[in-house]
Nanobody, 115 residues
Framework: QVQVVESGGGLVQAGGSLRLSCVASGSITTVNAMSWHRQTPGKQRELVAAIGSGSTSTYAAAVKGRFIISRDNAKNTVYLQMNSLKPEDTAVYYC?????????WGQGTQVTVSS
């Protein structure tokens, strides 16, 4: 089985920064792609950033230039550094590990950006 646990959410003022962490455990390998997604009430979950086994990364247009995804394979951890936060970044952020054709999801962590 695979377990994914996020941490690091909270309340921050607009223009501030937060760093989210996601630790994966269980039947995983370091080549697993991992990603961050976010969801607000009444909307579909959307991809924020993803990172592959070779640390190649991709970002949603709304966060490109402000967010940075990185990984530490020795710790089975992926990070999301969020800078210049905006109120519209407020959401529950979910981490996902992709393995054998499916995503394994964490429980989510709330990020609230006040104006």
């Amino acid at each position: 089985q695979v377990q994914v646990v996020e941490s690091g959410g909270g309340l921050v003022q607009a223009g501030g920064s937060l760093r989210l962490s996601c630790v994966a455990s269980g039947s995983i390998t370091t080549v697993n792609a991992m990603s961050w997604h976010r969801q607000t009430p009444g909307k579909q979950r959307e991809l924020v950033a993803a990172i592959g086994s070779g640390s190649t990364s991709t970002y949603a247009a709304a966060v490109k230039g402000r967010f940075i995804i990185s990984r530490d394979n020795a710790k089975n951890t992926v990070y999301l550094q969020m800078n210049s936060l905006k109120p519209e970044d407020t959401a529950v952020y979910y981490c996902a590990l992709f393995r054998l054709g499916r995503n394994y999801w964490g429980q989510g962590t709330q990020v609230t950006v006040s104006s």
